[in-house]
């Protein structure tokens, strides 16, 4: 019987069926022959061929030796060892441990036939192959090699090759083809394993082919391994069209590089069925014609790429498959993974024949240019789907429906996450019309960038009222203190629900203080009190749905007091002059988020007169009125995906009636209290505080009437030293109130 050794190369590669070969019949005519027996070769002994036969053992430590042929024998070449080419068939065993094997010829570093090699640390050099693995017979198995501890493989045309029901292991290895045309590992018909490895060749990284002698399924497993074609495909199956069989390819946390851009090419009427692992992939799968692909993705794969007339593609968990152009596939399995269409910037069509499964298509549309992504079913699509569609903050052109996927039939179900795609000022729904899938402009709602920069522009007029009450409410104490001078201070709380026509609604939390000083100047009746103070204040605005805002507020303010104690009027006049920060936040429909701000001014006053009218037993009542207008300045900013947002001048015009009722109580060691409540009733006049978003016009509106309630107590603890706590509530028709609290105190000089 004749053994089957290694193909010659004549690029591209030619397989042929050999006799023993020319170079060993001389080497084993030239040999030192061991039949049966053992033999060393040590440090210093001649340098010199052997022949082994009939379980004989070799033996060579830290030495040299050339050529090595067992028959049905055992070779060792331990630590500091070096040969010429081993051949071993028959059951042979060659055991390579820190040695190096050097072919003198053009024939493999060594040769397997039907024997067995393990290779630990290394180094096998080829002038045909590195390790050639193959089998004696068709009857007979094939050859296992095991290759472990950092070895280096490297031939000019293969840094392994294997033939059919041969076996490959390796392990923190290296392997080469270094030719130009040269594979890094061969398997014809044959099973590999490679793990945390590399794996190079000259041309294509791994070569896949049919053994004609013994077709058999080919499997070739990769983890943590490098696999790179320097001028070609990282990864080639081509069955020639001699017989019909399965290669079967599984990576796992591996690397495939492509000097052409194609990480698996199969051709030559193979069918290859590839699993990826947890492995980031950049490039393409291309098929040709009359061969067949079958790819799946999972545990946390990505391909960048190109599927070339692939049969199926399953994406499954949260692995994905990111587009580079216009792709094709036969079946198409979502099974919780995702398939995304390239850039924002470039639109492609994926064509499948059918659909199933459940995942998500991560696309993008310019609805003023009408270009968009799309997914093409042919066939049957089934499963529940959903579309992450880019959000944008430019404006659509007023236009027509765009369809994003089209379908044979089927009773798949698409859905946009988040329900609405923002383009511009609004956001859109998905719509169904007939087996077509389409965003509808008649379906538009407020998008989230639109209601965050209302909001902003609404803000500063419910925080420049919040930091007003914190100085009327020191009228009590200013009663105990006629015509004294002091300072003061205040902390406090607000929390404001606007809602308005525009359908615009939002959540404000304000916090701030302030401090002031005012002097006593007597002139005419009564008293009075000029003051100065200044503050700071932050409000955060809540619009659900992740948008959120800010608005820090400094300012800077003058006011006028005047008590008549006998007849109980008064009047209190405030101008107050503000610098706001503002910045707005907005989760889009995509879950990105979008950003902008702005610095702007307003400046305002309030005017209120009213009455004390002491009553018996220490009660009193307080009528009284109150007018407030303030402007805030308008401005122009952009969030950062682009919304453009220009507010007018925000105005606000507030009348107010009400009445106070309190008693004064005196309590141990002089202090004190003075509790009381107050009701009110007030209209805010302005209706017209226009905000334009991309050129459409809003109006933030908070007209209309609303009522309020307070509670309060004033002390005074000492004749210099006052103290004062107070709470509010109002409601109105787009202007409510839930909360709002005031604490301070007042030291008179």
């Not at 390239?342 to 991560?362: E, H, K, M, T, W």
């Amino acid at each position: 019987m004749q053994p089957t050794s290694p193909p010659v190369p004549s690029p591209p590669f030619v397989k042929c069926v050999l006799c023993l070969p020319v170079f060993l019949l001389s080497s084993v005519i030239e040999a030192a022959p061991v039949v049966g027996g053992s033999a060393t070769v040590n440090n210093g002994d001649a340098v010199e061929s052997w022949f082994l036969s009939q379980s004989a053992t070799l033996n060579v430590n830290n030495a040299q030796a050339l050529a090595i042929d067992a028959d049905a024998s055992t070779v060792n070449v331990n630590a500091g060892s070096s040969t010429q080419a081993i051949t071993a068939r028959n059951n042979s065993t060659v055991n390579l441990n820190g040695a190096s094997v050097t072919s003198a010829t053009g024939a493999a570093g060594l040769q397997l036939i039907s024997s067995t090699g393990n290779i630990n640390g290394s180094h096998i050099s080829g002038g045909n192959t590195g390790i050639s693995a193959v089998r004696f017979s068709t009857g007979l198995d094939g050859s296992v090699v095991n290759v472990t501890g950092k070895s280096v493989i490297k031939g000019a045309n293969a840094g392994i090759f294997a033939s059919s029901h041969s076996l490959i292991n390796v392990t923190d290895s290296t392997l080469e083809g270094t030719a130009s045309t040269g594979y890094g590992l061969w398997l014809q018909s044959a099973d590999a394993i490679v793990k945390n490895s590399t794996i190079t060749g000259g041309e294509n990284g791994v070569f896949v082919e049919l053994d004609v002698t013994g077709v058999a399924p080919a499997t070739l497993n990769l983890e943590n391994t490098t696999v790179q074609g320097k001028n070609g495909s990282a990864i080639v199956v081509d069955f020639k069209n001699e017989d019909s069989s399965k290669a079967t390819l599984t990576l796992t946390n591996s690397t495939l590089l492509a000097g052409n851009g194609t990480l698996l090419e199969v051709k030559g009427g193979a069918t290859t069925a590839m699993t990826v692992n947890g492995s980031v992939l950049n490039g393409n799968i291309v098929t040709e014609s009359g061969s067949t692909t079958e790819l799946t993705l999972q545990n946390n794969s990505v391909l960048t790429g190109r599927l070339e007339n692939v049969a199926s593609a399953t994406v499954n968990d949260t692995s994905q498959w990111v587009l580079v152009g216009d792709s094709q596939v036969g079946n198409l399995a979502l099974n919780g993974g995702s398939v995304k269409f390239g850039a924002d910037d470039a639109f492609y069509r994926l064509d499948v024949a059918n659909l199933s499964g459940q995942g998500r298509f991560i696309m993008g549309t310019d609805f003023a240019t009408g270009r968009t992504d799309v997914l093409n079913v042919t066939g049957n699509a089934s499963g529940t789907h959903e579309l992450l569609i880019a959000s944008s903050g430019a404006e659509p052109a007023a236009g027509q429906p765009i369809t994003v996927v089209t379908t044979g039939g089927g009773d798949a179900q698409f859905k946009l996450f988040n329900d609405v795609v923002d383009q511009g000022a609004y956001s859109y729904s998905l719509e169904k019309s007939g087996n077509n899938w389409v965003l509808d402009p008649s379906t538009r709602i407020i998008s989230p960038g639109t209601r965050s920069v209302m909001a902003l522009f609404n803000t500063p007029l419910p925080t420049w009222y919040g930091e007003l009450t914190s100085l009327r409410t020191r009228m009590g104490e200013l009663r105990w203190n006629p015509g004294q001078s002091g300072a003061w201070g205040r902390t406090y709380g607000n929390k404001y629900e606007i809602a308005n026509g525009s359908g615009l609604a939002y959540r404000q939390t304000q916090q701030g203080f302030t401090l002031g000083a005012d002097a006593a100047i007597p002139a005419g009746d009564g008293q009075w009190l000029v003051g100065v103070m200044g503050g700071h204040s932050t409000s955060d605005l809540n619009l659900d749905a992740g948008s959120s805002g800010s608005v820090d507020s400094y300012y800077l303010g003058t006011y006028a007091t005047w008590l008549d104690a006998s007849s109980g009027y008064y009047a209190d006049a405030v101008l107050k002059v503000n610098r706001f920060r503002n910045e707005a936040k907005a989760s889009l429909s995509d879950g990105g988020r979008a950003k902008g701000d702005y610095d702007n001014s307003g400046i305002g006053g309030s005017v209120e007169f009213g009455r004390h009218i002491k009553l018996d037993d220490d009660f009193f009542i307080e009528p009284f009125t109150k007018w407030s207008a303030v402007v805030i300045q308008g401005k122009s900013f952009s969030l950062d995906n682009g919304l453009q947002a220009d507010g007018d001048r925000a105005r606000s015009l507030l009348g107010e009636v009400g009445l106070t009722a309190g008693r004064n109580f005196k309590v141990q060691n002089d202090i004190e209290l003075q509790p009381y409540v107050r009701v009110s009733g007030g209209y805010e006049f302005s209706k017209s505080n226009e905000v334009q978003v991309n050129d459409n016009v809003f109006n933030n509106d908070l007209s209309g009437s609303r009522a309020g309630f307070g509670a309060g107590v004033a002390a005074s603890m000492t004749d210099k030293l006052k103290l004062h706590a107070d709470y509010e509530y109002s409601d109105g028709e787009n202007f409510r109130q839930p909360a709002g609290w005031t604490v301070g105190l007042r030291y008179a000089f």
